[in-house]
């Protein structure tokens, strides 16, 4: 008769076949779901004008009935009026719609996880914890599902960033209509991850217990970053570190340090110590930055804001804080945009709700061309794509979205056109094909 050691060995061998099993017919049963027939667009050939439409250039300014031509997938002219060039034009009559610059997501996975309960498709999270080598562009899926949906609402440019350990890696910034990553990539390894140290929530450990890892933790993090900056003054190294190669960048301006920290204190201590190396972070999160934002403004520190649908940092706060955080940032004079971040791994899929996270905060202290910017124009000042992207003026480049109504609002969002760089961008996805699938079943209206 079997032992009891034996059965339970066996037991585990077979549940395990069962998980994988699972776990394939999983991606086989998504797969058979349909993937949306929506292949990458193809270059702008022909001028094209968006006329009569309320335009809303993402700084502030709004043109009421004004007119947009782009071009080679540039925009040649934002005017009021029906200013429609002579020639070969394709017109879209935008009569009582909306234009608007399109959408830009920072710090997200998009991309970079497909089913989170199957690791083999998760790819933004690396073992252990000094990981500034590790590069998203490269495992960046541009086939992922999630992504039509994301330009469904407008969404048409990200920063897909990693996450885990005390250095996460390098995030790259993508246009979301492309063949490949080598296609989809507008400027690689923008930017180093770090997560700021900051005490365990383990339970089991003491109070001492916890101050002693933090500041172990702290004094190991400090140390490898100061020998990441000796290390880029030497010029050419005798002997190649690869993870110290993929700091230079931070020190000599190339990359920027973004900087996971969410209460005052680790806020102040983040971007002191950062300063100290001569670099000016940008901190994500930042739960608790209204009561550190006079020193974000004095240090001329921007912030990635999390969601306005989320808890405050401490018990006693204002419910209503995190959707209140824009204003604060506003009134403090703070560059600051708004994001989706990972939502406990699963922001991929939260990610098209950013332009309603933006009306959350438009609710509560900020003006709606103000939310509009900080999902645009702040946004890409603090990636330092500002010169090309963010606002719909002459020269830039042809990202922009026109709305039936406000994109702001979920329940008057609807975006009929969508370009990139000029090309016309196909806006169906899964979501849209299930719809019509189960209203022609049920004969819905």
Same mark, same amino acid.
């Given at each position: 008769?079997p032992?009891?050691?034996?059965l339970k060995?066996?037991?585990?061998?077979?549940?395990k076949?069962?998980?994988?099993?699972?776990?394939?017919?999983?991606?086989?049963n998504i797969?058979?779901?349909?993937?949306?027939?929506v292949v990458?667009?193809?270059?702008?050939?022909?001028?094209?004008?968006?006329?009569?439409? /309320?335009?809303?250039?993402?700084?502030?300014q709004?043109?009421?009935?004004?007119?947009?031509?782009f071009?080679?997938?540039?925009i040649v002219s934002?005017?009021?009026?029906?200013?429609i060039?002579?020639?070969d034009? *394709?017109?879209?009559?935008a009569?009582?719609k909306h234009?608007?610059?399109?959408?830009?997501?920072?710090?997200?996975? &998009?991309?970079?996880?497909?089913?989170?309960?199957?690791?083999?498709?998760?790819?933004?999270?690396? &073992?252990?914890?000094?990981?500034?080598?590790?590069?998203t562009i490269?495992?960046? #899926?541009?086939?992922?599902?999630a992504i039509p949906?994301?330009?469904?609402?407008g969404i048409?440019?990200?920063q897909?960033?990693?996450?885990?350990?005390?250095?996460?890696?390098? %995030?790259?910034?993508?246009?979301?209509?492309?063949?490949?990553?080598?296609?989809?990539?507008?400027?690689?390894?923008?930017g180093?991850?770090f997560n700021?140290?900051?005490?365990s929530? #383990?339970?089991?450990?003491?109070?001492?217990?916890?101050?002693?890892?933090?500041?172990?933790?702290?004094?190991? !993090?400090?140390k490898?970053?100061?020998?990441?900056?000796?290390?880029?003054?030497?010029g050419?190294?005798?002997?190649v570190n690869a993870?110290?190669e993929?700091?230079k960048?931070?020190? #000599?301006?190339?990359k920027k340090?973004?900087v996971?920290?969410?209460?005052?204190?680790?806020?102040?201590a983040?971007?002191? !110590?950062?300063?100290? &190396?001569g670099?000016?972070p940008?901190?994500?999160?930042?739960?608790?930055?209204c009561?550190?934002a006079?020193?974000?403004?004095e #240090?001329?520190v921007?912030?990635i804001?999390?969601?306005?649908?989320s808890?405050?940092e401490?018990v006693?706060d204002?419910?209503?804080?995190? +959707?209140?955080?824009?204003?604060?940032?506003?009134? +403090?004079?703070?560059?600051?945009?708004i994001?989706?971040?990972?939502?406990?791994d699963?922001?991929?899929l939260q990610?098209?709700?950013?332009? !309603?996270?933006?009306? *959350?905060?438009?609710?509560?202290?900020?003006?709606?061309?103000?939310?509009l910017?900080?999902?645009?124009?702040?946004?890409?000042?603090i990636l330092g794509?500002?010169? %090309?992207?963010? /606002?719909?003026e002459a020269g830039?480049d +042809?990202?922009l979205?026109?709305?039936a109504g406000d994109?702001?609002?979920p329940?008057?969002?609807? *975006?009929? @056109?969508? !370009?990139i760089?000029?090309?016309?961008?196909?806006?169906?996805?899964? @979501?849209?094909?299930?719809y019509?699938?189960f209203?022609?079943?049920?004969?819905?209206k």
């Amino acid at each position: 008769m079997p032992n009891a050691k034996f059965l339970k060995t066996e037991t585990d061998r077979i549940m395990k076949k069962y998980i994988s099993i699972l776990a394939v017919i999983a991606i086989v049963n998504i797969t058979a779901w349909g993937q949306p027939n929506v292949v990458p667009a193809k270059s702008q050939t022909r001028t094209i004008a968006i006329s009569g439409a /309320t335009i809303h250039i993402g700084n502030g300014q709004v043109i009421e009935g004004g007119t947009v031509v782009f071009s080679q997938g540039r925009i040649v002219s934002v005017s009021p009026g029906k200013n429609i060039p002579s020639g070969d034009v *394709v017109v879209i009559d935008a009569t009582g719609k909306h234009v608007y610059p399109g959408i830009i997501a920072p710090i997200t996975n &998009l991309g970079l996880a497909e089913i989170a309960m199957v690791k083999s498709t998760v790819d933004y999270r690396e &073992l252990g914890e000094w990981n500034p080598h590790v590069r998203t562009i490269i495992a960046y #899926n541009t086939d992922s599902k999630a992504i039509p949906v994301v330009r469904s609402n407008g969404i048409l440019m990200a920063q897909v960033s990693p996450t885990g350990g005390t250095i996460s890696g390098q %995030s790259s910034i993508v246009q979301l209509d492309a063949w490949n990553w080598e296609d989809a990539a507008y400027r690689t390894d923008d930017g180093l991850h770090f997560n700021w140290p900051t005490e365990s929530g #383990n339970p089991a450990l003491s109070a001492e217990q916890a101050r002693m890892n933090l500041e172990k933790t702290l004094s190991d !993090f400090q140390k490898y970053m100061l020998e990441a900056k000796a290390y880029a003054e030497l010029g050419k190294a005798d002997v190649v570190n690869a993870r110290f190669e993929s700091l230079k960048g931070l020190f #000599n301006g190339k990359k920027k340090a973004y900087v996971r920290a969410e209460t005052g204190p680790d806020i102040i201590a983040a971007i002191r !110590f950062f300063k100290s &190396l001569g670099v000016t972070p940008v901190i994500v999160g930042g739960s608790d930055a209204c009561s550190v934002a006079e020193f974000l403004k004095e #240090n001329s520190v921007p912030i990635i804001l999390n969601q306005a649908h989320s808890l405050p940092e401490h018990v006693d706060d204002d419910v209503y804080m995190p +959707a209140r955080q824009a204003a604060c940032m506003q009134k +403090a004079g703070v560059l600051y945009a708004i994001s989706l971040e990972f939502v406990r791994d699963w922001g991929y899929l939260q990610l098209r709700n950013l332009p !309603f996270e933006a009306g *959350v905060a438009a609710s509560y202290g900020i003006s709606k061309e103000e939310a509009l910017m900080s999902i645009t124009s702040n946004t890409a000042k603090i990636l330092g794509i500002d010169q %090309s992207v963010g /606002t719909l003026e002459a020269g830039k480049d +042809a990202t922009l979205i026109v709305s039936a109504g406000d994109v702001l609002d979920p329940l008057t969002c609807d *975006v009929q @056109h969508a !370009f990139i760089r000029g090309r016309t961008i196909n806006l169906d996805n899964l @979501h849209k094909q299930l719809y019509k699938k189960f209203s022609d079943k049920y004969e819905l209206k």
